[in-house]
């Protein structure tokens, strides 16, 4: 009831009962903020990683630029496994191969 459920409870040999219960973890505060951040986190996203309303909201038109570019190493380990196992599979394989990519 109301949020709380007993932690442990004991009848004692004359009927009496001991409830301890458990302190709610968090204040209200923080459930609140807890809460917003979980919204926030669930926001669509594009492929750039910033939020569909600020993406497109006219206020923002102009206000975005692109970084100088770096490289995914291992986007371009994979990209030349992939390339490798083309040449020694054949393209019809590559369909039913799945790969990782590990650190060494």
Request: overall charge positive; proline content about 4%.
């Amino acid at each position: 009831m109301g949020g709380w459920a007993p932690k442990t409870f004991t009848i004692a040999a004359d009927g009496a009962v001991s409830v301890s219960v458990t302190e709610p973890r968090f204040t209200r505060t923080e459930v609140a903020r807890l809460i917003a951040a979980q919204r926030k986190a669930a926001e669509p996203r594009g492929d750039h990683g910033w939020t569909l309303a600020e993406a497109t909201d006219k206020k923002n038109m102009g206000r975005f630029k692109l970084s100088e570019p770096v490289t995914d190493f291992v986007m371009k380990a994979e990209a030349e496994g992939i390339e490798a196992a083309k040449k020694k599979y054949g393209d019809d394989m590559m369909r039913y191969l799945r790969f990782s990519v590990e650190k060494v």
